[in-house]
């Protein structure tokens, strides 16, 4: 089994798909390697891309203060995406794409062991809980899989476009705090 310095030694090299043509840097994740909460998005954008870091422009920053919000900081926590490149123009991941990458997030699951996977978007979502999934109709509700308990909430960006949603969202990491602190109070 590898560790995670040697699945991002890895991920550094990549050339599965075409992604890796126009990279900065490949955005691997990062956080505490034995973290009880995950949070996948679907891929680095303009910021990750040229910093090497999930989820650190405008979207990350209001994941940040979600975060914040709910009593841990980002070092707490594990955040990653679906694939690790940047999709040109932030269009979102290709099929294909996600084919070739998702091996190193379940690696990242694999190591990492989180009570707690938040999956921030539908492309997460339908990545990780079914393909068919309906971010509307579904967020904020919990999916045991694999024995992993799952929520899919809204991508923060999706926010930023659609202020309707941060109520939402905000009742989902509400959510997510309570199960979280839960969870861990069993284990004491």
């Known amino acids: 089994m590898y560790t995670l310095a040697e699945l991002k030694t890895i991920t550094d090299k990549c050339r599965r798909c075409r992604l890796c043509r ?3 840097n490949v955005v691997f994740g990062q956080g505490n390697p034995k973290a009880g909460i995950m949070f996948i998005g679907e891929g680095p954008g303009y910021h ?10 405008p979207a990350g920053q209001l994941l940040t203060k979600a975060i914040e919000g709910i009593g841990l900081t980002r070092d707490e926590v594990y955040i990653a995406n679906i694939v ?8 979102n991941p290709r099929e294909d794409e996600m084919e070739a990458c998702i091996p190193y997030l379940r690696w990242q699951v694999k ?4 009570e707690i996977i938040v999956c921030l978007g539908s492309i997460s979502a339908r990545n990780i809980i079914d393909k068919n999934l309906r971010i509307t109709k579904q967020r904020g509700k919990w999916i045991e899989k694999k024995g992993f ?8 960006a999706a926010l930023l476009r659609d202020e309707g949603k941060k109520k939402p ?3 989902d990491f509400k959510e997510i705090k309570r199960e979280y602190f839960e969870i861990k109070n069993q284990s004491i």
């Open 48 to 57: 990750e891309d040229m910093q090497g870091l999930a989820f650190v422009g």
């Open 22 to 24: 126009n990279r900065t």
């Open 84 to 91: 690790k490149c940047r999709p040109p123009n932030n269009r």
């Open 111 to 114: 190591l990492i062991k989180p």
């Open 169 to 171: 969202f905000w009742e």
């Open 149 to 156: 308990k799952i929520m899919p909430t809204y991508h923060p």
